[in-house]
Nanobody, 120 residues
Framework: QVHVDESGGGVVQVGGSLRLSCAASGTIFVINGMGWYRQAPGKQRELVATVNSGGGTNYADSVQGRFTISRLVAKTPVYLQMNSLKPEDTAVYYC??????????????WGQGTQVFVSS
């Protein structure tokens, strides 16, 4: 049982910044990776940024150079710093957490999402 909680969404003007936060709780032995995904109305959910336990990161081309995901640190939320926001960034942002409950049981959990609206 893993609960994922996102926060930090809101309304921001074009060119502004916003920082999202993701915290995981519950039966967690280890977290191997976390990531941010987003879904705009009428569109499929897409990858925004991911980070793994080794420190490796991956970003969507559309956010490269503007967004930054923080590294995995025990008992510390993962952040998505979003700068130079564009109207196209408007979406519900979801946090994904992958890890293990124990030595053998893996999990893949999602948060409920947090709304980001970039006004033009």
């Amino acid at each position: 049982q893993v609960h994922v909680d996102e926060s930090g969404g809101g309304v921001v003007q074009v060119g502004g910044s916003l920082r999202l936060s993701c915290a995981a709780s519950g039966t967690i032995f280890v977290i191997n990776g976390m990531g941010w995904y987003r879904q705009a109305p009428g569109k499929q959910r897409e990858l925004v940024a991911t980070v793994n336990s080794g420190g490796g990161t991956n970003y969507a081309d559309s956010v490269q150079g503007r967004f930054t995901i923080s590294r995995l640190v025990a008992k510390t939320p993962v952040y998505l710093q979003m700068n130079s926001l564009k109207p196209e960034d408007t979406a519900v942002y979801y946090c994904n957490v992958k890890g293990y409950h124990n030595y053998t049981l893996a999990f893949d959990a999602w948060g409920q999402g947090t709304q980001v609206f970039v006004s033009s």
